[in-house]
């Protein structure tokens, strides 16, 4: 049998810095991932290029049914410190879009410098390794694996929540959780297009392609959530940037509004427009819409306008135009699910573990890291910060932890 001081189970952003930082505390540990390739997900993540943090991190950037959890760990691991251990390792980036950082590269140079750190900590990567089952031994944690049984004092579960199943997702770390006693927030698809019946959606579907700038907002209080940002039309819904961030804080049932046009207040454009206008209705939304969509919302949303001439059109007919552009009301059906989703909303009950340590309060010796924990990121590079400052904090207690 195998034996460890410490076993992380999960060879993601999470894990990989989990298991470097507890390494470098001069602990054994074992690095296992049931994939055949390290760190998929940062592979495709950023288009290829990885969006590897956000130099604007706040707490506030995160979703969480325990909203404070998330600050003990982001306070002691920020961006800087890891921009710094990119610097470190020569890899060159930019910033593209608010606080964005992406490689100038490509998002291997981030797993490999991940597996650097990792190998200079002298832990031990078991991979492909299929974890059969988890059990409570009087000194520590037994693994039964398909490669044979492993011995460890403390076990990290950074196996990462329920999206992308075709690049290995499970529910392995929910399942571990409840095996121990610890409640899950129910797991949903966050950062993932929104989609509609073909029946309510048809009428829009000539749209698809179309990408503008719009405000987005659903919920109320302190649950509210609210974007500018671009949108794009597709045949199933809609996606891009601005709904990626509002589908987190949605809520099956729940309305969502757009604002297609927040640059101006368009009902008084629309009034002051008319009073100089030789051209159709359709033609002076182009002002501020792609042509194409200034065609299609007219025709769709205000037929009885498709052929009349903006100084022919009484004004409460403009208000009503003007209300369906900037006010957008529509309920979502579902969306494209875990498949399309970037990120899981929900998992681990954060109330469940120590904010400091990761550990949990009723297993001790067991931490949760990364996306399996329920803290979700807005789009844009916070998540993987999240998987930084969690993994440091986690392997940092562990590795410092009792001496075996």
Avoid at 103 to 125: F, K, Y
Wanted: proline share 5%; aromatic share 8%.
């Amino acid at each position: 049998m195998q034996h460890y001081d410490i076993a992380v189970i999960g060879a993601g952003a999470a894990g990989m810095m989990c298991a470097a930082t507890a390494g470098r505390r001069g602990r054994t540990v074992v690095l296992i991932d049931h994939a055949q390739t390290l760190g998929e997900k940062i592979r495709i993540s950023g288009g290829g290029r990885s969006n590897f943090t956000n130099t604007g991190t706040l707490p506030a950037n995160f979703i969480s049914q325990n909203p404070d959890f998330c600050r003990s760990a982001l306070a002691r691991y920020t961006p800087a410190d890891f921009i710094a251990l990119v610097r470190a390792h020569n890899i060159a980036f930019h910033e593209k879009h608010k606080g964005q950082l992406f490689c100038d590269g490509s998002s291997e140079q981030i797993i490999d410098m991940l597996r650097a750190e990792c190998d200079s900590a002298r832990v031990v990567l078991q991979m492909p390794c299929s974890v059969e089952t988890v059990a409570r031994t009087n000194d520590g944690y037994e693994l039964d694996t398909n490669t044979g049984p492993i011995r460890c004092d403390r076990i990290v579960i950074a196996t990462g929540g329920l999206s992308i199943p075709k690049i290995g997702a499970t529910d392995f770390g929910h399942r571990i959780a409840r095996q121990f006693g610890l409640k899950i927030i129910e797991p949903r698809p966050a950062l993932v297009p929104l989609t509609f019946t073909q029946e309510a959606w048809e009428p829009f579907v000539k749209l698809a392609g179309v990408s503008i700038e719009v405000e987005i907002s659903t919920g109320k209080g302190k649950t509210a959530g609210r974007f500018t940002e671009d949108l794009l039309f597709t045949h199933r819904g809609i996606s891009g940037p601005a709904v990626l961030q509002i589908s987190s804080y949605w809520n099956p049932g729940e309305p969502i509004v757009i604002n297609l046009v927040p640059q101006v207040n368009i009902e008084n454009e629309l009034l002051s427009l008319k009073q100089r206008s030789t051209g159709r209705v359709a033609a002076a939304l182009a002002a501020w819409l792609p042509r194409s969509l200034a065609e299609g919302w007219v025709t769709t949303c205000a037929p009885e306008l498709a052929d009349k001439r903006l100084a022919d059109t009484p004004d409460r007919s403009l208000r009503a135009l003007a209300q369906t552009l900037s006010a957008w009301t529509l309920v979502p059906s579902g969306t494209e699910g875990f498949r399309k989703a970037e990120v899981t909303r929900g998992g681990v009950d954060t109330r469940e573990l120590s904010s400091t340590t990761m550990e949990a309060k009723k297993a001790p010796g067991l931490y949760f890291i990364g996306e399996v924990v329920d803290v979700t990121g807005w789009l844009g590079g916070y998540n993987f910060q999240w998987a930084w400052a969690s993994g440091v904090a986690a392997g940092t207690a562990a590795g410092d932890g009792p001496a075996v």
